[in-house]
């Protein structure tokens, strides 16, 4: 079975949010950035304004520290995304599209690219993810391979899932409520 498709750079960059998102250690870091920090600031001034008899102080120390554990999240949303967006450089070329040919086969799936072939067997593959609008191919190695489904009928998408599924006997997992947040 054989799939061939346009890759764009917005696909490519969704599919480094996606990572992201799915990324144990950046959920760490959040956790810590939204709650950590905010707790041992709010703990430290609290006891130097208390040692100086300032109320005014240890309520303006809580008040800020309830608002950055509110507005963490909307905040690090896009600060995260502008980081990537900007490090990728390839946003410069943005209207470029790669075509993808990912072929399967009983031993290997086989993707084919402009930059070169790259040949993965069919035991690496660890999961397949189901987004609204995007079949996630993750490899053991951690990596992803993108599939955008708005570039095939339906039936076509589904049967090269179904076979690479049933050959590798990988999890299905489905997210199609998955956005970038």
Do not use: C
């Not at 054989?2 to 996606?18: I, K, M, Q």
């Not at 959920?27 to 920090?37: A, D, P, S, T």
């Not at 072929?103 to 084919?112: C, F, M, S, T, V």
């Amino acid at each position: 079975m054989e799939l061939e498709y346009n890759l764009s750079y917005e696909d490519s960059f969704t599919g480094v949010l996606f990572a992201t998102s799915q990324s144990t250690i950046m959920g760490k870091r959040k956790f810590r950035e939204q709650y950590i920090y905010p707790a041992v600031y709010l703990i430290m001034l609290s006891i130097l304004f208390y040692m100086n008899d300032s109320l005014k102080g240890i309520l303006i120390t809580i008040i800020l520290t309830s608002l950055w554990i509110s507005f963490y999240p909307y905040i690090s949303r896009f600060a995260i995304r502008r980081k990537y967006f900007r490090n990728s450089g390839s946003h410069k070329n943005s209207d470029i599209r790669t075509k993808v040919k990912l072929k399967a086969d009983r031993e290997h799936l086989i993707a084919i690219d402009e930059s070169g072939e790259s040949k993965i067997s069919i035991t690496d593959i660890d999961r397949i993810i189901e987004t609204g609008d995007y079949f996630f191919i993750r490899i053991s190695s951690k990596a992803h391979l993108i599939i955008p489904k708005n570039q095939f009928k339906e039936s076509t998408l589904d049967i090269f899932i179904k076979k690479l599924q049933k050959l590798s006997k990988a999890d299905i997992t489905v997210m199609t409520d998955w956005k970038w947040s």
